[in-house]
């Protein structure tokens, strides 16, 4: 056993020997509180009662977190800790920049707004089934994937919000409910399974998995396959977020569930597979990822202008609501396609707008079924006149989903334009602008039937605002409109973070104070 | 499957199996063992269990509802990981007490408590997936 030796032993060779600072702890705190939180509300799985008050407090500390990690980083840089001591690139590294932590923040304080709307909306039945602990550990693997370090640990959070994801999906075991399940099971774990052996091929030729290691070694790598990984990823990715020719599971799975599931997967997990398809392709693979970028740009606009066509085409508004979130995929895409600093904070300030704005209209789309007990847009009607407050939210939505003035949508757009116009790329920009318009028609249609035309059957339910369910929509797109009106700060850390990607020194810096293992 | 032998046997076996998972998990700090196929013995002696007397007996047994054991592991392993900021050392850093009990010195680690944390989450996955599947055939 290990005892203490009598023989002294240079331990400065393998560990970490100086003191961890308190505020280092911000790092692993997110991933580990909801991890934590999950277990406990998994052996207070009867006392339904306390989940929700449980969940919705450690949410609101998640934020604080994610909002004070972030501040960190801005304030020093990015910053690291490193698993059980070990000396990266040995132990596994959780490593946040900027990027990473803005995203956390978004994502935590989407989760919040749909712990906030799940009270009026997941039944008593479904609370038993175990929404909010799936939920908790769902936000540990969305989490966990913004702050490792490690790209084999990137692999684990995937598959810890995976599954949770199935839970959720399947919360109430209806038979359409398994039916979505179904493709979409089948399918991200195809996209799963190719991601590990891309990461499996990667590991065999250069031999580690930090990521700050891997931008070292990649750099100096003469003859390695790196062409097939950087397709290998690009697929597996591509697949997660949903992108043009791989996308067919998300429409087919995301309008069985409770809309507020559906709200948080619209919202985070294909912006999860954004978020890798940047970190890995862009930071380790910054060449491969230039020469594949046709091909790229070809599946985002094929991706955004498809989406935006099947939206018109669409009756249920849920399904309507699918291909807005793939659209939106399409400009992010486009974003990564260009690959200047400008194309690329277009696309992360994309992403943070599209996890707000996605969740929001699932959530509105949820409340106007709700008001109206239809889901088609053949049926629905009438909901300007019972609840005009309601309407106007909902259309300051539609506006920024769209990405019309004066909202959040709008910004993002403008960047992708102009850097897409920048490189020459006009077809790029002109699929952008086509698809932003399509989606306009396709909302307009819906506030037209679902808002201004009278209903069919006079609704005999009184119209009482739920604040339960309004109060998340309003304060989501409360944020919408703020960053829509001041985007100069958003973009400012959509600019230092696609900075941080491209010129990733800080971040090895981090990893490696004293100047790297090489 | 139930027969007088299998039902006769069936309460040693699963005391010996859930004994010999004990063993494998403190057995695999060093050597081949640990937590996850410990946790995985145990479960098949509760399965076991299950098939002899039914699912009901198993439940009465084990006292808590597999999730909740489940529950505790993750519980215990994430706050064996969290233990070390109070030494000022980064999160899952193994930390060593060795107390002398009854003469014998033994070593407790935050690695050890994390491994039972392990072997408690697949005893109660595991035994909540089998117990389901087991109550399906019982019906």
Known sequence: ?518 | MNTLIFRTVAPFLTALMILFSVFVLLRGHNEPGGGFIGGLIAASAFAIYGIAYGVAAVRRAIRFHPMSIAGFGLLLSTVSGLVSVLLGVPFMTGLWIYPHLFGVEVPLSSVMTFDIGVYLVVVGAITSIALALEEKESD
């Open chain 1, 1 to 518: 056993m290990a005892a203490t030796t009598s023989t002294p032993v240079d331990l400065s060779a393998a560990l970490v020997m100086t003191p961890t600072a308190l505020a280092d702890w911000l790092v692993v705190l997110p991933p580990a509180l909801m991890i934590g939180l999950g277990a406990v509300l998994m052996m207070l799985r009867h006392r339904i009662r306390l989940h929700g008050p449980i969940a919705i407090a450690g949410l609101a500390l998640l934020v604080l977190i994610d909002a004070l990690l972030l501040w960190k980083v801005l304030a020093e840089g990015p910053v690291t800790m490193v698993m059980g001591r070990w000396l990266p690139p040995f132990g596994i590294a959780f490593s946040v920049d900027v990027f990473g932590a803005v995203m956390a923040l978004v994502s935590a304080v989407v989760a919040l707004a749909a712990a906030v709307a799940a009270l009026s909306d997941i039944s008593d039945s479904g609370l038993r089934y175990g929404f909010f602990p799936f939920l908790l550990l769902l936000m540990a693997g969305v989490s966990g994937a913004f702050l490792t370090g490690d790209i084999f640990n990137l692999y684990v959070w995937f598959e810890v919000l995976l599954i949770s994801s199935f839970g959720l999906l399947i919360l109430g075991s209806e038979r359409e409910q398994i039916d979505g399940a179904m493709k979409y099971a089948v399918l991200n774990l195809l996209g799963t399974t190719f991601f590990l052996i891309a990461v499996g091929y990667l590991y065999a030729v250069f031999g580690t998995l930090n990521m700050a290691d891997l931008v070292l070694k990649v750099r100096s790598a003469s003859g390695a396959p790196l062409m097939t990984l950087s397709a290998l990823f690009i697929l597996a990715f591509a697949m997660k977020a949903a992108a043009f020719p791989v996308n067919f599971w998300l429409p087919a799975s995301y309008h069985t569930p409770r809309i507020t599931v559906s709200a948080l997967f619209g919202g985070l997990l294909t912006k999860i597979g954004i978020y890798a398809l940047l970190r890995v392709m862009v930071m380790l693979f910054p060449l491969q990822t230039e020469e594949l970028s046709l091909v790229v740009a070809v599946v985002a606009a094929l991706t955004m202008v498809l989406a935006a066509l099947s939206m018109i085409a669409q009756n249920d508004l849920r399904r309507l609501a699918g291909y807005a979130v793939i659209a939106g995929i399409g400009n992010m895409m486009a974003g990564i396609a260009i690959g200047s600093v400008a194309g690329l904070s277009g696309a992360i300030f994309y992403a943070l707008h599209s996890i707000l704005a996605m969740t929001a209209l699932y959530l509105v789309i949820g409340r106007a079924a709700a008001l109206t007990g239809q889901w088609t847009l053949q049926s629905i009607g009438g909901i300007y006149a019972r609840q005009p407050g309601f309407a106007f939210v909902s259309l300051a939505l539609f506006f920024a989903v769209a990405g019309l003035p004066p909202f959040s949508g709008l910004w993002p757009k403008i960047v992708l334009v102009k850097a897409s116009l920048d490189i020459g790329a006009w077809w790029l920009a002109g699929s952008i602008l086509l698809s932003g318009f399509l989606s306009t028609i396709a909302l307009g249609r819906v506030f037209l039937f679902a808002y201004w035309r009278p209903a069919a059957v006079p609704l005999a339910v009184p119209a009482r605002l739920d604040w339960r369910a309004f109060g998340p929509i309003l304060a989501l797109v409360l944020l919408i409109t703020g960053f829509g009106l001041f985007p100069e700060w958003p973009l400012a850390l959509s600019q230092q973070a696609a900075g941080g990607l491209l010129d990733p020194s800080a971040y090895i810096g981090s990893v490696f104070p004293t100047g790297g293992a090489q």
